[in-house]
């Protein structure tokens, strides 16, 4: 077949894929016998649920493929290992979908071993993990730790800097454990002196808002909490029903709602725990964010509490919400017109700065770093039952390695890089542009991270009280069930001691 | 050539009754017994994460539940539950049922699509009815409000006191066929002549209805509801997808919280002992029923 020829087939392909007119199936078996593989694979087109990320003319002309130079690595560091099988149990996030759904088969190829990963509700992830780790059993060669299992797990996993010492051989070239950001490792990654396996994932809040309705209004992005309260005021008294000026995730119960909560109240000043580890919750700055919360919620649609993120996400997806101070990975989603009534619409700019002075990480207690930018991250690590630790180190490399997390970000629809160099890859970069999959908020997530984040405390106790003690209670206060925020967060106070009394 | 009375086939015969129970016997050991067993056994322990094993916590889990105030409020939440939502299936399945038990044409076919909502998994049901109760996108939710029924500001499965009504919507939506698939089944094999000689006698629909179907019908009803009602008290799916337990705790039923302290919070000596006393409910209860109900087996 002629060049000219190929490329033509090339692009008719890749827009027969992009219009949905074959499925993804079809389109890699073609995308084969024309000799392509991996090079349209990698060409931005596809991400885990399968829908198309990137212009047709654009696919057809641009090539992303996975490193040779590190697939080589892989091979040869891998002989040893050759048909070994590593289990992972992660949650659906956009890394381990990129991996599993696009990626893992040439990490398969090149190395001959074969990788199982579980993607599971976070909650049956730790609930895996913790049977693992009872019955010593090496079930799982990897761990997917979420920011606030850290301290549990800490001592179950190998600390990356102890393998690449233990065995320099199997350390890959320029893997760089300081291209992680150190906000990261710090806040999602380490506890104590141990790094908890490295940086995974970053799912941050920042704030994004719809620059039609704002321009409409007269108005400018927010940069403080109380200007950002008076205008999602102003459109929802001016706009709603049909279109309200905030959103949240604030299902009773739920985690996200916690989440919610610990934004407004670091950014008020405040801290989930004292010095002493005492809950503070309810203190004068804990009170004034309750405050500030409950009228920025009347200017929410009356659903939200009942949404967690997913409802918030799709709330401002389907033009239902003006602004949306919360997860960044779902801006990619917003930028995506087959599933989102405000692609183009939505600009991302960093959270409404604090009321007032944050507290410090001395003034807090179990490691909790005060910050609007609330982040929910996620390390990846060798467990110490695996019976294969150092082919799971091989894949572990693999997978957060620079090149690797250039290709989840690209491929999977623009998810937050947790290394420095991949925010500033071309080709990262290049897809900084209006469109499914866009990188165009990652400045934004970046800096978020570097000057606004925030992190949970690391204690035994915290999967408790994050998912139930103080949601519950949480969800009781916005159902009117108490006579005040004060009364609510007392409750909170008195419950959360009676939990870590044990 | 060894005949049956001088080879291993000679314990096999009819009046050895035995080898034959030997399988489902071993069955029920692995897979009820034991279980039931370390369940208890569970109950005295307690997973300590330090130390990465169960330890031994005597009667504290027993103690603490005792006085768990969440564990007594879904015990509440699952009674209302359980009362309210048997209730309607029954009355509701034995209407259909009774409206559904004719041979002309076409009821055939109704009968058949009766065992559609059967065959959708609850998490699925829970799922369509969270959508349908959206106060923003709901179908259910939008109905409501046109009707005046519901206000605007309301949402449905957010509101402490419509939630549970919220969630029994979508058991009653699934389940109810269920019931009149069994009593259908009553119906239909039920003896002529008393009615028959009902009718001759003058007596009214009603009167047939309360003097015959029913005392006629006990037994089936009776197993319905025994069947349903241990359903009923360990139902997780729904709540678990629509409402997580909450607003608040307004819809946490007992499954949900042995869940989550089990699964969540890897509590799993409290988890089993939520879980027994769970168990020993429904025995006092099925055997309430059972008595009251005067349902001979």
Same mark, same amino acid.
């Given at each position: ?37 991996? *090079? ?5 087109? !596809? ?7 990137? @212009?047709?003319?654009? /696919? ?13 690595? !892989?091979? =040869? !560091? ?22 599993? /759904?696009? &990626? ?20 049956? !992830? ?54 992680? &950001?150190?906000?990261?490792?710090? *806040? ?43 205008? /999602? ?73 009942? %949404? ?34 405000? @692609?183009?619409?939505?600009? +991302?700019?960093?959270?409404?700065? +604090? ?12 490691? =909790?770093?005060?910050?609007? *930018? ?14 294969? +630790?150092?082919?799971? %180190? ?34 990262? &970069?290049?897809?900084?542009?209006? *469109? ?37 209670? &949480? ?28 | ?21 030997? $399988? ?10 034991? $279980? ?86 609850? #998490? ?18 939008? #109905? ?154």
């Amino acid at each position: 077949m002629k060049d000219s020829d190929k490329k033509r087939y090339r692009a008719d392909l890749v827009g027969r894929y992009v219009n949905r007119q074959i499925d993804r199936r079809t389109f890699l078996k073609q995308a084969g016998l024309l000799g392509l593989g991996a *090079g349209v694979l990698g060409s931005g087109l !596809v991400r885990p649920d399968g829908l198309p990320l990137i @212009s047709q003319a654009r /696919a057809a002309e641009e090539v992303l493929q996975p490193s040779a130079d590190i697939l080589a690595w !892989v091979k =040869e !560091v891998s002989a040893p290992f050759k048909g070994t099988t590593l289990k992972l149990a992660t949650e659906s996030t956009p890394p381990s979908n990129a991996i599993n /759904a696009l &990626l893992k088969p040439y990490f398969e190829e090149a190395s001959g071993m074969k990788v199982e990963i579980e993607v599971l509700p976070l909650e049956q !992830v730790l609930q895996k993990m913790t049977l693992d780790i009872a019955s010593s059993l090496g079930t799982y060669d990897l761990y997917y730790i979420d920011q606030s299992w850290a301290a549990s797990f800490s001592n179950d996993v190998f600390d990356p800097r102890e393998q690449t010492e233990a065995k320099p051989e199997l350390a890959m070239p320029d893997y760089n454990l300081d291209d992680f &950001l150190p906000a990261l490792v710090d *806040g999602v990654a380490s506890y104590g002196d141990r790094w908890v396996g490295v940086p995974y994932d970053i799912p941050i809040f920042i704030m994004m808002y719809r620059k039609d309705i704002y321009e409409q209004m007269g108005f400018k992005a927010p940069t403080t909490m109380e200007e950002y309260y008076t205008q /999602a005021k102003a459109i929802t008294e001016q706009m709603g029903p049909k279109l309200y000026g905030a959103t949240g995730q604030m299902k009773s119960g739920h985690y996200s709602l916690e989440c919610d909560w610990t934004a407004w109240l670091w950014g008020h000043g405040g801290s989930i725990f004292n010095k002493d580890g005492r809950f503070t919750g309810h203190d004068d700055a804990g009170l004034a964010a309750m405050d500030y919360w409950t009228r920025l919620w009347k200017t929410m649609p009356p659903g939200v509490i009942g %949404w967690t993120w997913d409802g918030e996400g799709q709330s401002v997806a389907q033009g239902v919400a003006a602004t949306m101070m919360s997860w960044g990975e779902f801006f990619p989603s917003f930028d995506d017109p087959a599933a989102s009534k405000v @692609s183009g619409l939505m600009e +991302p700019v960093r959270c409404p700065a +604090p009321v007032t002075k944050l507290r410090t990480v001395e003034e807090t207690g179990f490691g =909790e770093i005060p910050g609007v *930018g609330h982040q929910g991250g996620s390390s990846l690590a060798v467990s110490k039952n695996s019976k294969n +630790p150092d082919a799971a %180190w091989i894949f572990m490399q693999w997978a957060t390695c620079a090149d690797t997390q250039v290709l989840i970000t690209t491929l999977g629809g623009g998810t937050g890089p947790t290394r420095r160099s991949v925010y500033d890859d071309p080709r990262v &970069l290049a897809n900084a542009r209006v *469109g499914p999959g866009t990188t165009r908020h990652l400045s934004v997530v970046r800096e978020t991270i570097d000057k606004d984040m925030g992190s949970e405390p690391d204690l035994p106790q915290w999967a408790e009280l994050s998912n139930d003690t103080i949601p519950v209670r &949480l969800g009781k206060y916005f159902a009117g069930e108490y006579g005040s925020a004060k009364e609510a967060m007392d409750d909170i106070a008195r419950a959360v001691d009676v939990v870590m009394a044990g | 050539m060894m005949t049956p009375t001088q080879g291993p086939g000679r314990w096999l015969t009819w009046d050895r009754p035995l080898p034959w129970l030997l $399988p489902l016997t071993v069955v029920l050991l692995l897979f009820t017994v034991y $279980p039931l067993f370390y369940n208890i056994w569970l109950s005295f322990h307690e997973y300590a994460p330090l130390k990465r094993q169960l330890v031994w916590v005597g009667g504290k889990n027993w103690s603490t539940l005792l006085e768990d105030t969440r564990f007594w409020q879904s015990i509440g939440v699952t009674m209302v539950y359980f009362f309210v939502v048997l209730a309607l299936e029954v009355v509701l399945g034995m209407l259909i049922a009774l409206l559904l038990d004719s041979d002309e044409p076409g009821f055939g076919f109704l009968r058949g699509t009766l065992t559609l909502t059967l065959v959708v998994p609850p #998490a699925v049901v829970g799922m369509m009815f969270l959508l349908m109760e959206d106060p923003e996108f709901g179908v259910l939710s939008y #109905a409501l409000k046109s009707l005046g029924i519901l206000d605007s500001s309301t949402p449905i499965l957010s509101t402490p006191s419509l939630a549970l009504t919220g969630v029994m919507l979508a058991d009653v939506w699934q389940w109810t066929p269920f019931m009149v698939l069994i009593f259908l089944a009553g119906l239909r094999s039920l003896p002529a002549e008393p009615f028959e000689a009902a009718m001759l006698d003058g007596a009214s629909a009603f009167q047939m209805f309360r003097r015959l179907t029913l005392p006629l019908m006990a037994k089936v009803i009776a197993v319905a509801i025994l069947i349903r009602g241990i359903d009923l008290f360990r139902m997780f799916d729904y709540v678990y997808v629509m409402t997580s337990g909450g607003p608040g705790t307004a819809t946490y039923t007992v499954s949900l919280y042995a869940w989550q302290q089990t699964f969540s919070f890897i509590k799993w000596g409290y988890g089993a002992t939520i879980s027994l006393v769970t168990l020993i409910i429904i025995l006092i209860m099925a055997n309430l029923f059972i008595r009251l109900a005067k349902v001979r087996w």
